[in-house]
């Protein structure tokens, strides 16, 4: 079969050209028996039919009494029935039906006597109370057509009906080989140029999810001849095999290679943004088709790819149809640019702020597995569209429950360990507590909230004339008020330097022999830095590395450990975490600028109560470089 290497076929055309090939080749599914009791989510190979019927006699319902309903007729409030003992039968609930009786009473409406007589003051009708033979399933009638996927109640009501096996569709074993010279297996400590093979592991978890019994191989280096030879095994093996990394076009990309090589390659590349250089295929084990996907080897494009292309696949094996995209409209925060030549997959934060459903995107690199932890929806910015403008209502696909992106209290602004913090402890009191927080700077956690896409924010904005934090900002960018500033700590900031500190680096003097790493524009930390510089007579542009951003406080530290900095302004706390050198600069005030609405926002109410609890005062001891500013207080 021809292919384009690296060919721009759309999504929706490529997984229709898949399946078709799939399809035409012939895939098909193996079959077993399986015990009912563990079917659970399995996918019935056949429909399945009542072996007796449910229930299989004529069953009481009732605690009570069971009798000949004629017996009763006519009995009123005035004029009761009296019973003799040989007349009922006393029964309780799933009791079989007592010889020539036709119904139950129930034991509240009897009225029992003293020698063993009963009277009642309503008369029973035939068949009251009684749950007839058949009555839920009778023998021979179908409980579910076939690919029908098993769930608790439908596995109750198999055994109620006696059906205590039945035909399952096989789970497919489906291959995932890592490969390349670079990967690792994790550890804690990897040495440079090591790349922690993790994308197995996220792999592996999505197969078991829908169904399927994923097997991990050993990882294969990047060797033409290796590359192969573990495709060719995996597929003498397996159901479904997955080769992850090595489907770009690098010097080192083997993965269309050795599918061409065992099989055929349907197609080679993909218009989407992230996941572009997917191989798809197909090899034969005798008449057994078995797929054959190239993923790439970025987690998030990895991550799409599977979505978009493998599930459906793997739906096809399992004879299950696929899930719809749960929908929504929500307004994007910020200016989201596209090339014309992809469909691009944003992963974003959503949040419900006061009523207004907003979208916060996510970085957007491939190998950015954060992203994918924190993303609560998906924007598809359509191929051939410019993308979106700030403010503009965009479709996105939630990743969460609608139910719980409307509970959840969005914190945007300065980055904070102690933020982290707050949320722990929150989760440890109410575990359905839900927060999601992003770094933006103090600047950038004003304007959010400004904009109306956040509930709080982080913030320590010194006002370079008079030396006070956060006060005159507040009330330059919210005149009309509308939020309140709430204090929380104050937080030693200074230098973060190597810990044998081999420049000799001890005030922001040495800044200009130094290889320095910067926070990003509109942080509270760049703004102080600034203030500094201009302080001791010093131009940004002497400080090599001064255009150098990260975005918090841990990547700053994190820049130094590696040896790419020799410097960074920081937290003490962010020191600490790295075992690095601290010069102390400045005690800062770090405070909450909250919008006038979410007072009253339960998560807020909760936020609050952990941010003065005794709890919270020890972490920020074992953290260090924290003092408590009375935490709660209203400053403004």
């Known amino acids: ?67 000949n309903a004629s017996l009763t007729f006519g009995a009123t409030d005035t004029r009761p029935v009296t019973l003799q003992q040989d007349q009922f039968h006393w029964v309780n609930t799933g009791d079989p039906l007592p010889t020539k009786c036709d119904a139950v009473v129930m034991v509240e409406d009897v009225i029992e006597g003293e020698g063993g007589e009963i009277q009642l003051f309503i008369a029973a009708v035939p068949w009251q109370h009684i749950r007839q033979i058949g009555e839920d399933i009778a023998q021979g009638d179908m409980i579910f057509p076939s690919y029908t996927e098993i769930t608790p109640a439908i596995q109750g009501a198999m055994l109620a009906a006696g059906a205590l096996e039945l035909e399952v569709i096989k789970k497919p074993v489906v291959a995932v080989i890592p490969s390349g010279n670079e990967l690792v297996f ?15 592991t996220i792999i592996k978890g999505m197969l078991e999810d829908w169904g399927c019994e994923p097997v991990v191989y050993p990882i294969v280096r990047d060797e033409p001849g290796l590359v192969i030879e573990a495709l060719r095994k995996a597929a003498t093996e397996c159901d479904f095999v997955l080769l992850n990394a090595g489907s770009s076009a690098g ?53 799409l790819v599977m979505e978009e292309l493998v599930r ?56 950015v597995v954060s992203s994918i932890v924190k993303a609560d929806g998906i924007i598809e910015v359509p191929q051939n569209a410019e993308g979106f403008e700030a403010g503009e209502k965009v479709p996105v696909s939630l990743v969460r429950k609608m139910e719980n992106i409307n509970r959840t209290l969005i914190i945007t602004g300065s980055h904070d360990p102690l933020i982290d913090e707050l949320i722990d402890l929150m989760k440890i009191k109410w575990p359905d507590s839900q927060v999601a927080s992003s770094h933006v700077g103090s600047l950038g956690g004003l304007m959010a909230l400004k904009r109306g896409e956040s509930h709080l924010g982080g913030t320590h904005l010194m006002d370079e004339e008079t030396g006070e934090y956060n006060r005159s ?20 900031q200074g230098l973060i330097i190597a810990r044998d500190n081999p420049l000799g ?101 909760h936020l609050l109560e952990v941010l003065k609890s005794a709890e919270f005062a020890q972490r920020l001891e074992k953290l260090g470089g924290y003092q408590l500013n009375n935490p709660g207080e209203v400053i403004l």
């Open 186 to 200: 994790p550890q804690e400590k990897p040495g440079e140029g090591d790349i922690i093979e993790f994308n197995s």
């Open 1 to 67: 079969m021809a292919f384009k290497y690296l060919s721009n076929i759309p999504l929706d055309e490529a997984r229709s050209q898949f399946l078709s090939v799939l399809k035409a080749e012939g895939l098909t599914s193996e079959t077993e028996i399986i015990k009912t009791v563990d079917a659970n989510h399995r996918v019935a190979a056949t429909a399945v039919y009542a072996h007796i019927s449910a229930p299989h006699y004529n069953s009481c319902a009732m605690d009570g009494i069971a009798l």
């Open 473 to 492: 900002y507040v009330k330059r960018y919210f005149p009309d008020g509308g939020v309140t500033l709430i204090s929380a700590v104050f937080r030693s």
């Open 312 to 367: 459906p696949a793997i739906n096809l094996l399992l004879k299950k149809s696929g899930e719809e995209k749960a929908l929504t409209e929500a307004t994007v925060s910020r200016r989201l640019t596209s090339s014309l030549k992809y469909l691009e997959f944003i992963r974003a934060r959503i949040g419900n702020v006061n009523g207004k459903l907003v979208a916060v995107p996510l970085n957007r690199g491939a190998g």
């Open 505 to 605: 680096v001890e005030s922001i003097a040495d800044l200009t022999r130094a290889e320095y790493v910067n926070r990003q524009k509109g942080s509270g930390t760049r703004i102080l830095l600034d203030y500094m510089l201009e302080k001791n007579g010093l131009e940004p542009n002497k400080i090599k590395g001064y255009e150098r951003e990260e975005i918090t406080h841990t990547a700053v530290a994190a820049a130094v450990a590696s040896g790419t900095a020799d410097a960074g302004m920081g937290i003490l706390a962010a020191a600490k975490i790295y075992d690095l050198g601290f010069i102390p600069l400045i005690w800062e005030q770090y405070d909450l600028l909250v919008g006038e609405k979410t007072l009253e926002h339960p998560e807020f109410i």
């Open 251 to 303: 010097t080192k990309d083997f993965s269309v290679g050795a599918v061409a090589e065992i099989g055929e390659v349907i197609l080679h590349g993909v218009a989407i943004r992230p996941g572009k250089p997917v191989v798809l295929g197909i090899a034969k084990r005798g008449p057994k088709v078995i797929p054959l996907v190239g993923l790439p080897g970025y987690p998030v494009s990895a991550i």
